[in-house]
């Protein structure tokens, strides 16, 4: 238990398959950060209330986070340049900022089975670009009730498939980046602030996504059920 412990956990410069195992770190200024280090595997561990991301990853392939609790945050889960991980039934819910984030060039993630909600900005946002087929994988996540979107890649290069998007802030599931639909994703209920940003939001998809195909999306005064996905060759309708 590293309970209002300042540093937090800190994996640096090569330490290679580290395991980290059931630790608590709580109303601290610092989360699990791993850098520069591949093969970790994060399992089973608690990150609250601390003023910080709940687990960082920079520069590290091949990691494995995996039912860890990472409530209460700053944010929930960063990854940045790195790739190869499998990030699964974890809880990033009820941060201040996003609940899960990748960026940088990070290839071939699975991000399946996670929950992110009640956060202040979006659940999950997803800006690595990658080849075709080579991005995120984003597969069956739960992202409820942020103030933001709830799945919002801008990335290209990614699968979305049988995620669940309902009561966000702005869209449900948004993309503007080349990305496949693998169908079975359900957003519902998801809120604009007000007629005019609805529509001016509206308007800016459709000059910047031409050619794209836009299912099952509704703009009303203060509501849009929002799936928007760019069409590919590999387009499946959900």
């Known amino acids: 238990d590293l309970s209002a412990n300042v540093g937090g956990i800190e994996v640096q410069l090569l330490s290679h398959g580290t395991l980290l195992e059931r630790n608590t770190l709580s109303a601290g200024e610092g989360g699990i950060n791993i850098g520069d280090s591949n093969g970790a595997q994060l399992t089973d561990n608690v990150v609250q209330q601390t ?17 860890n609790d ?33 960026d940088g060039a990070s290839l071939n993630i699975v991000l399946t ?71 079975g994703n359900l957003a519902a209920g998801n809120l604009l602030n007000g007629f005019d940003a609805a529509v001016a939001r509206a308007k800016r998809i459709a000059s910047a996504l031409r050619g794209a195909l836009v299912t099952n999306s509704t703009v009303r005064p203060r509501l849009a059920t929002s799936l928007i996905l760019p069409l590919v060759p590999t387009w499946r309708s959900a």
């Open 51 to 67: 003023t910080a991301t709940g687990i960082t990853l920079d520069t590290s392939n091949g990691a494995v986070l995996r039912r």
């Open 70 to 102: 990472l409530r209460f945050n700053d944010g929930g889960i960063e990854l940045s340049d790195s790739s190869g991980a499998r990030v699964e039934s974890n809880n990033a819910s009820g941060t201040t900022g996003t609940g899960i984030a990748i």
């Open 113 to 183: 089975r996670n929950a992110a909600g009640s956060n202040g900005g979006a659940g999950m946002e997803i800006t690595a670009n990658a080849p075709a087929g080579q991005g995120v994988l984003i597969d069956r996540n739960t992202a409820m009730s942020n103030g933001d979107d709830g799945i919002l890649v801008e990335g290209n290069g990614h699968t979305i498939v049988a995620n669940t998007a309902h009561l966000n802030g702005e869209w449900g599931i948004y993309s503007n980046g080349v990305n496949v639909d693998g169908g």
